[in-house]
Structure formats: structure tokens, C-alpha cells
């Protein structure tokens, strides 16, 4: 049997096989933040279609920490109805599910929550929005770190499997962590220690409320490929060593900030048009030639988190590792388990066009995804579309 359909555990929880479906924002939930029949159906195909693990776009942890359109919520109670539907839908087919909790931070736009976006410093101009995010106070770090705990207690009650803290692409964890958002000179910044206290606080928040067998897993920056320097490959390992100690279940590396860094995120062509297309009049020219120079940079390079995998999978030991990033044939995906590179293999893209991949795998009808990397998909976020696969016509309105 192929490496990649044997069981693997993370804490508690055993999956089917080595196959995770990345968290991808969905854009099809409702105004409030609630759960919809389309996001049901989506993952209820997912589940169909034999992926062992399923991670569903990031859900906001409290208002200010939203962004987008049409993020989910677990910011408050009345969430869980809907939760439930969502797990209940997965777990028909024997899939497991974490729930992905995240804050913007100022990766958000005020015209998104209302007001000016809050981030760990307010040292760092937003290049797309041009705001600075302001600092934020004692108070309001600790109503952030409360929120996180109260939403891995909706995912414990909504009965997920577990969650995974959205520490990367540039959120408010990842900006705590990294020395380029994070300018702070007192308990919470100045040195990687300081950096980490925040995240640190969240997870020893969680495993005082959560049942022991409830998942608690990470999804973690190897680079963060912004302007000056961020979490770097050799930071990453010095963070993974420290989850490690707090007996998190689970890595899941990464790259790339949505803002700074998109296309380090989401490797492949750069559609140009289509990301520009329901910006402001004013803005377009600039951002159309800011885009447009990115073209060809960023070809896929398969598996392009691959090596810095490598070096976190030592310091982690048993603690699994997932891998994200442009995996793209069967072959490549059983080698890196083979080479004991990293546990799980986790898709973002390919899933969006093709739900069944993994039974297609299992039955041998394929052995590539047919997703072509156009990032069409990625560009469907800033005009507010729901994701599906764009490849072959990209509308002008929804
Ligand atoms: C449309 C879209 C939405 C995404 N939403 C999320 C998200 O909610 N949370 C997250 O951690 N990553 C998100 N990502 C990043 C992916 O999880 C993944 O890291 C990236 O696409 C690279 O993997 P891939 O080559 O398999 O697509 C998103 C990417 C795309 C294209």
C-alpha cells in the first residue's frame, strides 16, 4: 500500500490516511459570520472525497480580528449551530476536521471592521491600504489572547477534532512573532522569547480548558518574505523547538504574508487583471504595475516548503508535521513521507478545483492534480468572490 493511505495520529485523534485539506478561505459564509449550506455541501464533498483531515478556511476569533468579505465566525455563541452542521458533515464520511483560528490583526481593513486595524506596532504602513494599525494596549492584547480560548471552547462544543492557531501568512500571531511587525521593546517583543509570550499565553490558555484528547496544532511561518526581516528559516526552528516544549499536536509550515508576501504564499502565475480588477479607479495603475512586475517570479516550484520542512522535522520529533505549499504529484507527496520530510501532506489549490482528488489517487485514476497554479482562486478574495475554481472565466460581478 502506498505510504500516503496509512493511518497517522495526531494527539489523540487517528486519521484515515496522510492527506490534509490546508485552510482555505471560503468567502461563502453569511454577513454574521454563520456557517451556509454551500460551505456544508463544500465540505461535506471534501469529506466524500476521502481527505483524511479537513481544515476549513480561517474563522475570526473576535470582530476586530475579521477580514474579508465573508470570513466564518467563532466569535461568539451563536456560531456553534452552525459548527455543528459542519463537523456533522465531515465526520459522515469518517474525515476529521480542526478548525482554523485566526485573528487579522492588520491584516484587515477598517472599511472591514470599523475601525483602525490593531497589530502588536503601529511602525508598519499596510501597502494596499496605506493605514498604520495602531499598537496595541495591555487590555486589548488580552481580550485578543481571551478570544482564542473562548473560541477553541465553541470548536470543543461544535465537536471538531481539534484547532489549528493560525500563527502565519501574516496574521496577528505571525505578527507577534516576527521582528518586522513586531517592534515592541517590552514583554512582548525585543527578543524571540518576548515574541513568543503571546502565542505561548494563547495555548497554555487552551490546554487548561480543552479535553485532553481535543487536538491543539499549529500552522507556523518558515519565512515570512517581507521587506525586512521576519520570522526566517532559522527563527522557524528556533519556534518550532518552543511548541515543541509546550507539547502542541501538530505543525503545518507555510510562507508568506497575504499582504507583503502573497505570491511566496501561493506560488505560480500572477493574474494580473483579475486582482486588480475591483480595486478603486485611483489605485489601479499603481498597483497594476506593482503587480505586474511579480510576473514570472514566482513559477511553482514543486513542494516549495519542502527544505525548510526539513529542518524543523528534527527539533519536533514525534510531534507530526504537515507540509503546504504547491504539492502536485503522487510521487513527490510519497517521498516525503518516505524521507520522513514531513507527515502530512496538505493542499490548498488542487482542492478547490478538484474535491476527489484523493479517492482518484487511491483508485489509481491519476497520480497529478490537475490544478494549474493560475491563482485565479487567490484572486477571487480581494474582489469578493466565493472561491471556486476560475480558471476558465473569472466574473465581473458575483
Ligand atoms: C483562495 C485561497 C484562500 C486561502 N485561505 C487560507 C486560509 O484561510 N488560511 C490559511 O492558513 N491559508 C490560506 N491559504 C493558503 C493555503 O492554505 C496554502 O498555504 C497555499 O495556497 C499553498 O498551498 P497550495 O499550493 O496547496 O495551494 C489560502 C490560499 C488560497 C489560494
Redesign the pocket.
Known sequence: MNVLFTQQMIGNVELKNRFVH????EGMADPDGKVTEDLIKRYRLLAQGDVGLIIP??MYIHPLGRAYKAPIGIHSNEMIEGLKNLVKAVHEFDSKIFF?LNHAGQQTSSADIGQTPLGPSSSVRDPINFFKPKQMNENEIKEAADAYVHAAERAVKAGADGVQV?C??GYLINQFLSPFFNRRQDKWGGSSENRFRFLKQVIQAIQAKVPNDFCITV?LNTNDFTPKQGITPELAVEYAGMLKKLGIDMIEV?CGSSIFSYMN??RGDVPVKEMVQSMPLWKKPVAWLMIQSLKGKYDLDEGYNIKAARAIKPVIGNIPLGI????RTLDKMSQVITNQDADLI?????FIREPFIIKNFKENKKDKVSCI?CNR??A??PNGFP?RCYNKDFPKKI
Open positions: 490546508s485552510a482555505t478561505y478556511g480561517f482554523q493560525h502565519a501568512h500552522k507555510s504564499m501561493c503546504v505549499g504547491g504539492m496538505s493542499m490548498c489549490r488542487p497554479s482562486c487567490l477571487a478574495v472561491i
